[in-house]
T-cell receptor, first 110, second 110 residues
Framework: NAGVTQTPKFQVLKTGQSMTLQCAQD?????MYWYRQDPGMGLRLIYY???????DKGEVPNGYNVSRLNKREFSLRLESAAPSQTSVYFC?????????FGDGTRLSIL | ELKVEQNPLFLSMQEGKNYTIYCNYS?????LYWYRQDPGKSLESLFV?????AVKQEGRLMASLDTKARLSTLHITAAVHDLSATYFC??????????FGKGTSLLVTP
């Protein structure tokens, strides 16, 4: 059972580079989310999509953009990566709660 | 702004002992979630608490919710090493997204 699949699992970028993190879910969920996890900070919501065709900002959206490509896929883009965006990124999906999380993308920006 | 506070943030306990983790939140919500995260892994849903007075138990873990006090507890009974992990509580806001506490890192020692 795939659930929520994130790619890539690891990535190293240089400051100023751009990249897109991919997320796909096979549970037919309407809602999808992107979080970042930093040491001692818990998880913080970057963007979410309550349903296909809609996206909304979360707590920490600056420096990111998202696309809800279809019901299954929700991507997160860093247009110009900064060292402060070094983090572990989690995608999640849900209909009724709880949310189901992917395995995360570990992103380092040098 | 919804704030979620957990305490303690770090907990070292001996096998066989009991302990409680507390989760306070700042605004009205009637849904609270507990997740477990092992090092380097994703988040696993433990409990969904949907109403005042809700109590859920799974093995050595028991969670409860008091919506009037805006407080949830996660009680550990007769701890074993396998319970070592980080535990997060999270509260719904904006109808969909979760606001997480910073997590409680639990280490169970012989």
């Amino acid at each position: 059972n795939a659930g929520v699949t994130q790619t890539p699992k690891f990535q190293v970028l240089k400051t100023g580079q751009s990249m897109t993190l991919q997320c796909a879910q096979d549970m037919n969920h309407n809602s999808m989310y992107w979080y970042r996890q930093d040491p001692g900070m818990g998880l913080r919501l970057i963007y979410y999509s309550a349903s296909e065709g809609t996206t909304d900002k979360g707590e920490v959206p600056n420096g990111y953009n998202v696309s809800r490509l279809n019901k299954r896929e929700f991507s997160l883009r860093l247009e110009s990566a900064a060292p402060s965006q070094t983090s572990v990124y989690f995608c999640a999906s849900s209909d009724t709660q709880p949310q189901h999380f992917g395995d995360g993308t570990r992103l380092s920006i040098l | 702004e919804l704030k979620v506070e957990q305490n303690p943030l770090f907990l070292s306990m001996q096998e066989g002992k009991n302990y409680t983790i507390y989760c306070n939140y700042s605004t009205t919500s009637d849904r609270l979630y507990w997740y477990r995260q092992d090092p380097g892994k994703s988040l696993e849903s433990l409990f969904v608490l949907l109403s005042n007075g809700a109590v859920k138990q799974e093995g050595r873990l028991m969670a409860s919710l008091d919506t009037k006090a805006r407080l949830s507890t996660l009680h550990i009974t007769a701890a074993v090493h396998d319970l070592s992990a980080t535990y997060f509580c999270a509260v719904i806001y904006s109808g969909y997204a979760l606001n997480f506490g910073k997590g409680t890192s639990l280490l169970v020692t012989p």
